[in-house]
């Protein structure tokens, strides 16, 4: 006989799920968007569906400079971009994105943020001091960038001076220091302007990116090694009110996400930019060039100029300047005498690196 106990039908509660719309500030077929895409699809699985993130390119909501405003002003939930890209609002900002060259890479540049007091810095700068309602996190560490694309190569630090040369954040005010006619302009605006002839030289970030921009179409002679953007890394930046409403188990997957994909991307980048280095060589016709020790050492004393004057004009940011230099002294000494020489093990195995290089 069974027995008279009534078995209760349990509750199923269905989990709340929400869609932001995110923004990055790259085309679609650029591998920055596709860096993106990888970490809006880690919290969409990682949050098992509760959290899902619809990404959208550039220019789909507004420009790559309004990224900021946009969340700000709720018609983002968040984006995928750089600081240098809101500097206007505090030169600071870009020390949180493309910091001076003090002889970090950007994956040292990413422990300070989190191990060295840069979180709470950058924290108490987008709310603090700014007032924004915002969140946001670094990401990705950006391996150096190129001096970038000439029309012809140059030789010394006084063939900047006039030159119309597109960069963004304090890698403009280093070239400014130089002698070059700046202008600050987002990704896909670049290589038009350049054709046009508005520009004369530009840099943008990584083979892959640059190639697909088109500038391989525009130029056939690109430098590579600088100091103006020599450590740098991406922002993930939120909707406070959205960020803070998430239960806590979403906010944690929104944030170690971005730890996630920094790691990702990094490794994906070792994948992806040296063949498409080799295409631009192979496939177009590029000529690539090893920047003069000499323009390398006027940005730096460039970067001496830069560092003082913002500092005297600006307490917060040399204040940031005082915690990486705390940072890098220990961090970046303790490698310089711990590490061995990279290029002499690689020479010793496989003799030249296989991308030619054209003689100045």
Do not use: C
């Not at 809006?40 to 949050?47: C, G, L, P, Q, R």
């Not at 983002?76 to 809101?86: F, I, K, M």
């Not at 505090?90 to 970090?104: D, E, M, R």
Request: aromatic share 10%; no cysteine; charged share 20%.
């Amino acid at each position: 006989m069974v027995g008279g106990a009534v078995l209760a039908t349990p509750t199923v509660l269905r989990a709340q799920t929400q869609t932001w719309n995110i923004q990055s500030g790259w085309p679609s077929g650029d591998i920055f968007h596709e860096f993106a895409q990888d970490y809006v699809n880690m919290v969409t699985s990682m949050s098992g569906g509760r959290l899902t993130m619809n990404l959208l390119p550039a220019g789909s909501v507004v420009g790559a400079l309004e990224l900021q405003d946009a969340i700000v002003g709720g018609a983002l939930e968040g984006a995928h971009g750089v600081t240098a890209y809101w500097y206007g609002k505090n030169k600071a900002a870009s020390l949180f994105g493309t910091p001076p060259a003090f002889g970090w890479n950007a994956n040292q540049f990413l422990g300070w943020m989190k191990y060295g007091g840069g979180q709470e810095l950058y924290d108490e700068l987008v709310q603090d001091i700014l007032g924004l309602n915002l969140v946001g996190f670094l990401t990705g560490p950006m391996p150096t960038q190129a001096l970038g694309w000439f029309r012809q190569p140059i030789t010394s630090p006084d063939e900047f001076r006039g030159l119309r040369y597109r960069t963004v954040g304090l890698a403009a005010d280093l070239m400014e220091e130089l002698g070059a006619a700046v202008t600050i302009l987002g990704g896909p605006d670049i290589v038009p302007a350049l054709d046009r002839g508005v520009i004369d030289a530009a840099e943008f970030n990584n083979p892959s990116s640059d190639r697909h921009l088109g500038f391989q179409d525009v130029s056939k002679h690109w430098m590579l090694q600088s100091y103006h953007q020599d450590a740098e890394a991406f922002e993930l930046s939120f909707n406070r009110a959205r960020y803070d409403a998430l239960d806590d188990d979403l906010k944690a997957i929104v944030k170690h996400a971005a730890e996630a994909a920094s790691a990702d991307m990094s490794w994906k980048a070792m994948h992806r930019y040296p063949p498409a280095q080799k295409s631009l060589v192979e496939d177009h016709g590029v000529n690539l060039y090893i920047t003069p020790d000499e323009i390398l050492e006027a940005q730096l004393d460039a970067w001496d100029r830069v560092i003082e004057r913002n500092s005297a004009e600006n307490e917060f940011f040399a204040r940031v300047i005082e915690s990486q230099r705390a940072w890098v002294r220990d961090v970046v000494g303790f490698d310089l005498i711990n590490e061995a020489p990279k290029r002499k093990a690689y020479e010793h195995f496989f003799g030249e690196p296989p991308f030619p290089v054209t003689a100045l």
